[in-house]
C-alpha cells in the first residue's frame, strides 16, 4: 500500500493539501484504509487522485477532513502518538463498548471532540 506521506503535498483542484490528510493520520494512526472510509472514497481513488494531484473532493469530504484535523490536533495536544491510537482504537465502555474510530465513521465528530477536551480539562485543571 502506498502511504500518503509519500505523496505531492498539494492537489491543486481541490486545495486539500496531503500534508493535512498525513498529519491526521500521523496523529491519530489511521490506516489508508480508515482514511478513505472517513472520507468516503476508495481507497484507489485516494491513492490514484493524491499521486496525481487530481483529487476532486466534494464539499462534505473537505468538511470531514477539516473536523478529522482539528480533531487530530487536540488529541496531539492531550496524548502522546502511542495514547492517541489507543482511544481511537480501543473499544470503550463509555462509547457503548465501541472505538473512537468507529464513532467517527458513524459521524459522530462532536462527541469524539468533546471526550477529547474532557480529557484536556481533566489534565490542565
Do not use: C
Not at 472505538?99 to 480539562?121: C, N, P, T, W
Amino acid at each position: 500500500a502506498i502511504g500518503i506521506q509519500h505523496m505531492k503535498t498539494r492537489t491543486p483542484s481541490s486545495g486539500i493539501t496531503t500534508a493535512r490528510l498525513h498529519r491526521v493520520q500521523r496523529a491519530i494512526g489511521f490506516s489508508d484504509r480508515q482514511m478513505a472510509q472517513l472520507l468516503e472514497i476508495s481507497t484507489d481513488s485516494l491513492h490514484g487522485g493524491l499521486l496525481s494531484g487530481r483529487v476532486a473532493f466534494r464539499p462534505r469530504q473537505k468538511r470531514q477532513l477539516v473536523k478529522l484535523d482539528l480533531i487530530a490536533v487536540l488529541a496531539a495536544k492531550v496524548y502522546t502518538r502511542d495514547e492517541a491510537r489507543a482511544f481511537f482504537a480501543t473499544p470503550m465502555p463509555k462509547f457503548n463498548d465501541i472505538s473512537a474510530m468507529d464513532l467517527l465513521l458513524e459521524g459522530q465528530f462532536k462527541f469524539v471532540a468533546r471526550e477529547i477536551a474532557a480529557h484536556y480539562e481533566g489534565r490542565h485543571t
